[in-house]
């Protein structure tokens, strides 16, 4: 069973300024500009495991190349290079 998700109801699903769509899950096209016009981060499921390979990476090249080894740093930008590739 599919679930909508419109402009009404767009805020149940964000979390930390991110939307998941997971499968069975339709964002309406005005859900998806109000997104936009918010700023919230729309990520679909089939994105998901690229996005945790794409973190994990980050995280072993911060540690490997950069010598960085606070996590909240780590996190820091793994957030922000996500926030710009992950649209």
Partial sequence: MSRLITRNNLS??????????EKGMLLSPGADD????????????NQL???ALL????HQLLIDV??????QHI?????AVLKHLVK
């Fill in 55 to 58: 973190k994990k990476r980050i």
């Fill in 66 to 71: 950069f010598n960085v080894t606070n996590t």
């Fill in 49 to 51: 495991e690229s996005t």
């Fill in 75 to 79: 996190e820091r930008v793994q957030q």
């Fill in 34 to 45: 109000l997104a936009k016009i918010q700023g919230i981060q729309v990520i679909r499921s």
């Fill in 12 to 21: 149940e699903f964000v979390t930390d300024g991110c939307l998941i769509l």
